[in-house]
């Protein structure tokens, strides 16, 4: 699915494991996400009192923030025993924006487990299923102005 991760990439992952042990003591984990352009962005796993942010959705909302789209790899790395896939939040997230994203995830001298947004969450629901065809658009226009009649009627005491 991909190729081994330059040593640029790599060495960032690593630096962001060490800042995860700080911001997730409990359970460090990091992410970079990789763009076609070659950008890299990381971020850490992040505990708090509230629900803990996942390495995935960080590196996304940093992503988000620095303007950097066009996604191909996203890998998480754990400090202490395997990282694991994406959990179903992340997997959500990741599919809003890059739904044919590569996953690789990785822990202490393990081989990089691969997959992708997509196989990991079949029947995933996105920005896609909220379109509507040009038809409904008219249909639903017209319903609503004659439940506006029905309404206006009622008012008048004649329905």
Not at 8 to 28: C, G, I, K, M, N
Not at 73 to 102: H, I, K, M, W, Y
Not at 120 to 138: K, N, Q
Request: a positive charge; proline letters at 9%.
């Amino acid at each position: 699915m991909t190729r081994a991760l330059h040593p640029e990439p790599v060495a960032l992952l690593t630096a962001t494991l060490a800042r995860a042990r700080r911001t997730a003591p409990a359970r460090p984990r990091a992410a970079i996400l990789i763009s076609r352009s070659g950008r890299v962005i990381a971020a850490p796993e992040v505990a708090g009192a509230a629900p803990s942010a996942c390495a995935e959705r960080m590196v996304v909302y940093e992503a988000r923030m620095q303007r950097v789209s066009g996604w191909t790899l996203l890998r998480t790395a754990a400090a202490r025993g395997p990282s694991g896939p994406p959990c179903g939040a992340c997997l959500q997230v990741l599919f809003e924006f890059a739904p044919d994203l590569n996953l690789e995830w990785t822990g202490p001298g393990r081989v990089p487990e691969r997959s992708s947004v997509r196989a990991l969450l079949p029947g995933a629901f996105g920005p896609s299923a909220l379109a509507e065809p040009a038809s409904s658009t008219h249909r639903r226009s017209s319903l609503a102005g004659a439940s506006r009649g029905r309404r206006s009627a009622t008012k008048r005491g004649t329905a």
